[in-house]
């Protein structure tokens, strides 16, 4: 069974840091691009980042650009997400996703039907 499995959420202060991981289970992502969403209460699930099977590209949602960072390790079969200068608005639960269609691709995508594994999703919350 294919799982990937979120974790390193939580509850933090304006200005603060937390680091996501995501890792995955049952198969090798590791020549596909893997991404997070987020969504908000009372909002529709929306584009955070993503990055390509080598690592070697990474794509931003504009309102976190210079405060979040993709990473991944092929190795571990784990992608990452690093995010300071935390604001009130980046709360939300965080979902990890990964593209198996596309393998050794140089594209990434920023829509939720360019993947097709999901995670469960961690709780990011962000007081003022």
């Known amino acids: 069974q294919v799982q990937l499995v979120e974790s390193g959420g939580g509850l933090v202060q304006a200005g603060g840091s937390l680091r996501l991981s995501c890792a995955a289970s049952?198969?090798?992502?590791?020549?596909?691009?893997m991404g997070w969403f987020r969504q908000a209460p009372g909002k529709e699930r929306e584009f955070v980042a993503a990055?390509?099977?080598?690592?070697?590209?990474?794509d931003y949602k504009d309102s976190v650009k210079g405060r979040f960072t993709i990473s991944r390790d092929n190795a571990k079969n784990t992608v990452y997400l690093q995010m300071n200068n935390l604001k009130p608005e980046d709360t939300a639960v965080y979902y990890c996703a990964a593209d198996s269609f596309s393998s050794l691709a140089s594209r990434i995508g920023v829509r939720s039907r360019d993947y097709n594994y999901w995670g469960q999703g961690t709780q990011v919350t962000v007081s003022s």
């Open positions: 990055i390509t099977w080598s690592g070697g590209r990474t």
């Open positions: 049952g198969r090798t992502f590791s020549t596909n691009p």
